[in-house]
T-cell receptor, first 116, second 111 residues
Framework: EAGVTQFPSHSVIEKGQTVTLRCDPISGHDNLYWYRRVMGKEIKFLLHFVKESKQDESGMPNNRFLAERTGGTYSTLKVQPAELEDSGVYFC??????????????FGAGSRLTVL | ELKVEQNPLFLSMQEGKNYTIYCNYSTTSDRLYWYRQDPGKSLESLFVLLSNGAVKQEGRLMASLDTKARLSTLHITAAVHDLSATYFCAVTLNRDDKIIFGKGTRLHILP
């Protein structure tokens, strides 16, 4: 079974430019989450999709960030225009809904974003 | 607001030693997760603890949960170099809700 894949693995852009990160969750996983880790800090929640709907976007820092999940499959996270403080590692995770027990997220390897 | 605090944030220890990582959280929860991350890799689920008094063990790692104290521990027994990684504790209020992470404990085991 393919895991959660993220692209690109590393992106270096200048302040003011645009970057789009992509996440392909595990097939059949309706839950899709975006998280971000700034160096030395906690992994911070950004938003949660259930299929194509945004279930919780309380962690999105501002309107420069736009997440989409058209068709309920892969998701994109666009940062426009990027600022220095947007640098960090962006993780995507997916999980099944409606199962008993814990909601165990499967994470991708992350997309490292460096804004110069 | 649910907050998760881990300590220590960094730990360097010799092989063969025992140590415990602590995770405190601020709001009642009965779902606690431990994840491991190797540099440049994804987060790997280690343990899920779902009830007060839950204890799970895998190899040299043992995790426990005390929901009354809002505390989980990750105990390392006779550490080996392969356990060097960053360990994250995470908590959620409800099953499908967002998971809130601590800052992670970077564990460095010296040969």
């Amino acid at each position: 079974e393919a895991g959660v894949t993220q692209f690109p693995s590393h992106s270096v852009i200048e302040k003011g430019q645009t970057v789009t990160l992509r996440c392909d969750p595990i097939s059949g996983h309706d839950n899709l989450y975006w998280y971000r880790r700034v160096m030395g800090k906690e992994i911070k929640f950004l938003l949660h999709f259930v299929k194509e709907s945004k279930q919780d976007e309380s962690g999105m820092p501002n309107n420069r960030f736009l997440a989409e999940r058209t068709g309920g499959t892969y998701s994109t996270l666009k940062v426009q225009p990027a600022e220095l403080e947007d640098s960090g590692v962006y993780f995507c995770a997916s999980s099944l809904t409606g199962m008993r027990g814990a909601n165990v997220l499967t994470f991708g390897a992350g997309s490292r974003l460096t804004v110069l | 607001e649910l907050k998760v605090e881990q300590n220590p944030l960094f730990l360097s220890m010799q092989e063969g030693k025992n140590y415990t990582i602590y995770c405190n959280y601020s709001t009642t929860s009965d779902r606690l997760y431990w994840y491991r991350q190797d540099p440049g890799k994804s987060l790997e689920s280690l343990f899920v603890l779902l009830s007060n008094g839950a204890v799970k063990q895998e190899g040299r790692l043992m995790a426990s949960l005390d929901t009354k104290a809002r505390l989980s521990t990750l105990h390392i027994t006779a550490a080996v170099h392969d356990l060097s990684a960053t360990y994250f504790c995470a908590v959620t209020l409800n099953r499908d809700d967002k998971i809130i992470f601590g800052k992670g404990t970077r564990l460095h085991i010296l040969p």
